[in-house]
């Protein structure tokens, strides 16, 4: 399984940004697919995540109302609508999949393949 974050940058507060992660090499017929972050200091937050089987999301609290993930089957991505943008949000955001289930949680232990980040810096 390979994952291809994209789509990172520099945003003022309240602004907006839509990060792209392309997956493939898949073999299970279900799998979850969660964007993580991770910010200086800190540990990595599961943000969002979607079930390949009946697109089922999670939303972790600080996401909820500003970030919308969806995916396309047909170009196998999934994408991180982000707006709303606060400095707090800025990390390096990863996406993450798991391959033994199709329901998408938090954990980041759960998850088997990783992509390499993409930085989000929401910055005046």
């Known amino acids: 399984v390979q994952l291809q974050a994209s789509g990172g940058g520099l945003v003022q507060p309240g602004g907006s940004l839509r990060l792209s992660c392309a997956a493939s090499?898949?073999?299970?017929?279900?799998?979850?697919i969660t964007w993580f972050r991770q910010a200086p200091g800190k540990e990595r937050e599961g943000v969002s995540g979607i079930s390949n089987s009946d697109d089922s999301t999670y939303y972790a609290k600080s996401a909820k109302g500003r970030f919308t993930i969806s995916r396309d089957s047909a170009k196998s991505t999934v994408y991180l609508q982000m707006s709303h943008l606060k400095p707090e949000d800025t990390a390096v955001y990863y996406c993450?999949?798991?391959?033994?289930?199709?329901?998408?949680?938090?954990?980041?232990?759960?998850?088997?393949?990783w992509g390499r980040g993409t930085q989000v810096t929401v910055s005046s």
């Open positions: 090499g898949f073999t299970s017929v279900y799998y979850a």
């Open positions: 993450a999949a798991d391959v033994h289930t199709a329901v998408a949680g938090p954990s980041p232990e759960d998850y088997e393949y």
